[in-house]
């Protein structure tokens, strides 16, 4: 049974800091590409950022500077440390995996940033 379980999530102050974690199992397949992305209320879930296996990263916009996105390939692992938290930060952060055909998500952690 293919698992994707988040941690990391939670509540701080604007211009705080925090690491999301997620840890994948039961994936048959290598993984290729990692990734977080987030939904905020009444909004459709977006991209924050993704690694590939070799480690090249995309960032949105929005968290360039701010976010850095790492994995282990070992440990099929990846995180995502967030400096400089924003309001608008505030969503739900989903974990995502890609291997072999499927793509896998993650429960999703609470990350509130408050102003």
């Known amino acids: 049974q293919v698992q994707l379980v988040e941690s990391g999530g939670g509540l701080v102050q604007a211009g705080g800091s925090l690491r999301l974690s997620c840890a994948a199992s039961?994936?048959?397949?290598?993984?290729?590409?990692m990734g977080w992305y987030r939904q905020a209320p009444e909004k459709q879930r977006e991209l924050v950022a993704t690694?590939?296996?070799?480690?090249?990263?995309k960032y949105s916009d929005s968290v360039k500077g701010r976010f850095t996105i790492s994995r282990d390939n070992a440990k099929n692992t990846v995180a995502l440390q967030m400096n400089s938290l924003k309001a608008e930060d505030t969503a739900v952060y989903y974990c995502?995996?890609?291997?072999?055909?499927?793509?896998?998500w993650g429960q999703g952690t609470q990350v509130t940033v408050s102003s």
């Open positions: 995502n995996a890609a291997a072999g055909l499927g793509i896998y």
């Open positions: 039961g994936i048959m397949f290598s993984i290729n590409a």
């Open positions: 690694i590939t296996r070799g480690g090249s990263t």
